[in-house]
């Protein structure tokens, strides 16, 4: 009985044609770019049929993906997917490979550029994402509050910490202070890492990564002084050793804070006051030479390999980053899109004219990295964190050591598993 | 020889709502831990047979030994002021006193509420710049107490919460234990000339012991099993002071997804929990009285 | 005055309208064993918990040996006893029940051991002193609660029903054991007891009590024979006195019982009722033991019988010693106890007497009428 009514759903869907499904990102302007995006293709494709969930809830999209793929009620295609994390599930072969598909060079040529996607390359020589978007991450400042102490934007640690000393008061006499320099995490969650350590090093490094085949690639000067660089905000009480997670900076009560442009909008909302901020590059070390790099906290679409309809789910990606979605995508989340000379596109001109605090992001976007890609980056960083909350905001180990540590662990992590 | 078919057929029919559980959510769960326990597995790709590799490593990882530190840590506090506060509020609700009945409803209310629920509550009391511990200390002129940040303060602020929230069930425990005693027991010692502490010390105590046995053992069985607090309250910091063999073992598990060593990381924990248990039963272990 | 004196106690318990015990006054002698009775819910417990001190004395004064002990704690009356479920310590072992009091005072560990080893030989404790109560039988456990009052060697002795979780058997080894044990300590002892029977036969003296007041005292035999009201009448005793509901008549100048068709005649017990029956409404109540019946003929010279009355046999119980015969007839149900020899059957109609010197005759009330 059961078997005959599958049997006819299942000739009734191939009547109908291809159904899909497509997971967003959970933030309610990804929510809406997509829905407004489906809805489209589902107009103009009535051969594959896309069915859009926000991503299920969970502790993280990784855990809620991997539990997917595990029970075999994953997606088709997944549009959240963080580089660093890509090879996990290229080792378990769970990712179509793209590059076989038609036109993949055409569309990258047109899109993309083979210097930007060569960084998105699987260890095995292919590609198993198509990049999406950017959100590079770098350091906004209260640019009133700064004319008014009359603080120079930091470049260099130097710059910083002057700026640093003047932001920290306390400004209503009480005693205590209640105005600080910058906010970073105190917490060991592993990717809060990618928000202070990463960009910093990166900064440091002129876009270095952390692994090298299988190696730490960290323990190095650039990396402790980065360490060192928060071990002293911390102690110096530049940064606030709170537990709070309330947003500090929207509050005014820090002077700068680390994000990514889609935090732009939020902070806008979140004023209890207004006023004018500006973006710039991650502060790198003195005498520090070429551009500051930063963390790229790149996304990248995927399809998986148990999909029914490869080719129908490719076009649908290349839908999902044509010339005209990308707009709808720097417009409506403020995040910038994976495609080369956006900023002189003059088809995107309108969103920068009307939105120019994205500028210094997308002009950012050259200078990014997406990051580590191996299977262990999260407990890679997981133990940084651990490292990092040792010695930057308790202080209880030398920078030093810490890295070394954290480096003596990539070891131990790569001979162990 | 029809009925008796029919009998052992209606016997499985209504045994199996439980054998079904125990099969689904106990048996094969174990057996499949224990299969891990020899094999790695990130979830995606198939096991592979690892021998006692996941054992050897465990012997050496520091992180673990520092969790199970916490933990044993944790109970080490947890437990007597369990029954401390227990024994003492179920002294007091034993009493004739107005509106008990009230008080020990209240007093249990706790453990009903949902351990998530209650962790955030907590978070919000112990946040050290607007928590109302810290508000409260404040009016006596006590400086602000980092209660979730200090990595000497985290342990103990979470083993006093854990303490609150089952609080409750130990006191009906011991109210239970308390309200058995006989009253003409206390009559009779109170004829011999005891006074209120000769009857605590040499009656109740004593005739207490299999209910403080079983508080023990269960409080240590929920103390190893220490999760949902650092988890939700602190993830396990400052500095790895509240990182439990449980939230380790999660870890391991979810965020790095190595299946087998959490496997092997539970199957210690059981082992371990074990021998707790066989050394509170040989030393508090009594025959019961009533 | 050496002894223990009663005046007038009272207890009130908030929330109740009548008192537990009311004005009860009772004078004890030392060496006397005295006996408190009463049905379940008399007051008997309350009233022996006041005297230990364990519950608070509303009005009147505990004496004890002239001084008043009234307001003294529990443990400095000198007093011990002896509860019904024993109260032993159950953790500890005989020993240390019969020494848990003088440790809690503190008293020499030499004093200790000689006290426990006497009393120990007095109750043939000897081979259980490390045994906890939870090895031993009832008996062994009813004689370590001896103990521990014992080695108080106090001057009076409380006994609550301290009998009633023993079976039938043991119970009556047990009557004997404590009787001993009395004479042995050579204190005032006061038992309380539901069991009339276990009062009769132990008792010196007895108190018997119903809802908080003492109705009578006196030996088992005053208060068996001269049972001062209908409750205490019928109380005591193993089988009920039975109660015939009538009424008083003088014919020529004599007192007479009517029921139905029999008038029994009232003047052999006491002086003769010279009473104008006619100025109250004449009911009256007749008492007679269910020994006091006879068949008819079958009674001896010193019987003075009534007129001839028929009843039907309902019931018969062999009790071996003696027959218990459930009787109907025209005065109505009725118990007789027969010579164990006397065969009747069930359904058997049958003449008896009653024994005109063993009638006992109350009003309406209960109360008894003056004889």
Redesign the interface.
Same mark, same amino acid.
């Given at each position: 009985m059961w078997i005959i009514l599958l049997a006819i759903l299942l000739y009734a869907e191939i009547c109908v044609g291809a159904t899909l499904v497509y997971w967003c990102a959970t933030n309610p302007d990804e929510i809406e770019l997509a829905k407004r995006l489906v809805k489209e293709w589902n107009h103009s494709h009535s051969e594959t049929t896309i069915k859009l969930q926000p991503v299920p809830a969970g502790?993280s999209s990784e855990?809620v993906l991997?539990?997917a793929?595990?029970a075999k009620t994953n997606p088709d295609i997944y549009s959240n997917m963080l580089p660093a994390m890509l090879n *996990?599930?290229v080792?378990?072969?769970?990712l179509l490979r793209l590059d076989g598909l038609k036109n993949f060079a055409k569309e990258t040529e047109a899109r993309i550029g083979a210097t930007i996607l060569k960084d998105y390359r699987s260890p095995d020589g292919h590609y198993h994402q198509w990049p999406w978007k950017l959100n590079p991450v770098m350091l906004v400042y209260n640019i009133d509050l700064f004319q008014k102490l009359n603080i120079k934007p930091p470049r260099t640690y130097d710059e910083f910490w002057t700026a640093a000393k003047k932001l920290t008061a306390d400004t209503d006499g009480d005693g205590r202070v209640d105005r600080w320099a910058m906010s970073p995490s105190?917490?060991?969650?592993?990717w809060q890492r990618l928000y202070d350590f990463l960009p910093f090093y990166m900064a440091a490094t002129n876009g270095r990564s952390l692994l090298n085949q299988g190696r730490a690639d960290f323990n190095n000067v650039s990396a402790i002084a980065v360490m060192d660089f928060f071990q002293r905000g911390f102690a110096r009480g530049y940064f606030p *050793?709170?537990?709070?997670v309330s947003n500090l900076f929207a509050q005014q009560k820090v002077g700068m804070t680390i994000v990514g442009p889609w935090a732009l909008k939020m902070f806008e909302r979140s004023m209890a006051q207004k006023f004018n901020f500006k973006t710039i590059p991650i502060p790198v070390p003195d005498g520090h030479h070429g551009p500051a790099y930063t963390f790229g906290d790149p996304k990248s679409f995927v399809v998986f390999k148990n999909t029914q309809h490869p080719e129908a789910a490719w076009e649908f990606v290349k839908f999902m980053t044509s010339k005209k979605a990308d707009k709808l995508l720097l417009d409506i989340t403020g995040q910038i899109p994976v495609r080369k000379g956006l900023i002189n596109d003059s088809y995107y001109k309108e969103v920068f004219v009307r939105r120019k605090n994205l500028i210094p992001f997308a002009s950012q976007v050259p200078f990014t990295k997406p990051g580590d890609n191996s299977?262990?980056i999260?407990?890679i960083l997981?133990f940084l964190g651990?490292q990092y909350?040792?010695s930057a905001?308790?202080g209880?180990i030398p920078a030093n050591k810490a890295i070394e540590n954290a480096a003596n662990h990539v070891e131990h992590i790569y001979k162990?598993? | 020889m029809q009925s008796e078919q029919s009998h052992s057929k209606a016997g499985i029919l209504f045994t199996s709502p439980y054998l079904i559980h125990l099969v689904v959510f106990f048996l094969y769960p174990v057996g499949f831990s224990l299969y891990l326990v020899f094999h790695r597995w990130d979830l995606m790709t198939d096991p592979e047979y690892v021998g006692l590799r996941n054992f050897t490593y465990l012997m050496s990882d520091h992180l673990f030994w520092q969790a199970l530190t916490n933990t044993l840590y944790f109970l080490v506090i947890h437990i007597p002021l369990q029954i401390i506060v227990a024994l003492a509020l179920a002294i007091v609700l034993a009493k004739p006193l107005k509106g008990r009945v009230f008080f020990r409803a209240t007093f249990f209310l706790p453990v009903v509420i949902s351990g998530a629920a209650v962790t955030i509550l907590w978070q919000r009391l112990y946040s050290t710049e607007v928590g109302l511990i810290n508000y409260v200390l404040s009016l006596v002129g006590i400086d602000a107490v980092p209660w979730l940040t200090d990595p000497g303060i985290a342990m103990p602020a979470i083993a006093i919460m854990a303490t609150w929230k089952n609080l409750g069930l130990y006191v009906v425990f011991f109210l239970a234990g308390i309200l058995a005693i006989p009253q003409t027991v206390y009559e009779a010692a109170k004829m011999e000339g005891a006074s209120s502490w000769h009857e605590f010390r040499y009656i109740t105590l004593p005739l207490l012991k299999p209910t403080m046995f079983l508080v023990v053992v269960m409080s240590t069985l929920g103390g190893f099993n220490l999760f949902i607090e650092p988890y939700v309250m602190t993830g396990g910091g400052p500095l790895g002071s509240t990182m439990s063999v449980v939230l380790y073992m999660y870890k391991q598990a979810f965020s790095f997804q190595h299946m087998g060593y959490a496997a092997t990381l539970g199957f210690a924990l059981a082992l371990i929990i074990m021998v707790c248990v066989f050394i509170q039963k040989k030393y508090l272990d009594s025959e019961r009285y009533y | 005055m050496q002894g223990l004196e009663l005046k007038n106690l009272e207890k009130h318990y908030s929330g109740n309208d009548q008192p537990t015990i009311r004005r009860f006054s009772a004078k004890f002698e030392p060496g006397e064993f005295v006996v408190l009775v009463g049905p379940s819910g008399c007051g008997k417990s309350t009233l022996l918990r006041m005297i230990a001190g364990l519950v608070p004395v509303s009005n009147g004064a505990i004496n004890l040996d002239g001084k008043d002990i009234t307001n003294v704690e529990s443990n400095l009356r000198n007093i011990s006893m002896v509860f019904q479920n024993y109260a032993l310590f159950p953790h500890m072992n005989v020993y240390e029940n019969l020494a848990f009091g003088m440790r809690i005072r503190k008293e020499a560990t030499q004093t200790i051991e000689k006290t426990v080893t006497e009393a120990a030989k007095i109750l043939h404790l000897q081979d259980l002193l490390d045994k906890k109560p939870g090895a031993l039988s009832g008996g062994q456990r009813q004689r370590v609660a001896l103990g521990r009052a014992f080695v108080r060697k106090p001057k009076v002795i409380l006994f609550d029903e301290p009998l009633s979780n023993l079976d039938a058997r043991l119970r009556i080894e047990m009557r004997q054991e404590i009787l001993k044990f009395h004479e042995q300590c050579g204190a005032i002892s006061i038992y309380v007891t539901h069991d009339q029977h276990e009062a009769m036969t132990m008792a010196d003296r007895m108190i018997i009590l119903n809802q908080g007041v003492a109705c009578q005292t006196g030996t088992p035999e005053e208060v068996y024979n001269n049972p001062v009201d209908q409750f205490v009448a019928g109380f005591v005793g193993s089988i009920p006195m039975n109660f015939i509901h009538g009424r008083g008549i003088l014919n020529e100048g004599r007192s007479f019982f009517q029921v139905g068709s029999y008038k029994i005649d009232l003047s052999h017990i006491g002086k003769d009722y010279q009473l104008d029956w006619s100025k109250n409404s004449g009911g009256l109540t007749l008492g007679v033991r269910p020994e006091d019946i006879y068949l008819d003929e079958h009674y001896s010279h010193a019987v003075a019988p009534s007129p001839k009355m028929a009843a039907q046999v309902k019931m018969v119980e062999y009790l071996g010693d003696s027959t218990i015969v459930h009787l109907e007839g025209d005065i109505g149900s009725f118990k007789s106890r027969f010579n164990k020899d006397l065969r009747v059957r069930k359904s058997q109609k049958l003449d008896f007497v009653f024994d005109l010197k063993k009638l006992h005759l109350f009003t309406e009330e209960g109360n008894k009428l003056p004889c």
């Open positions: 502790a855990e991997l539990a793929i595990v *996990k599930f080792k378990a072969d769970t105190m917490t060991v969650m592993w *050793k709170s537990g709070t299977e262990h999260v407990e997981d651990q909350e040792a905001v308790y209880t162990n598993w | - | -």
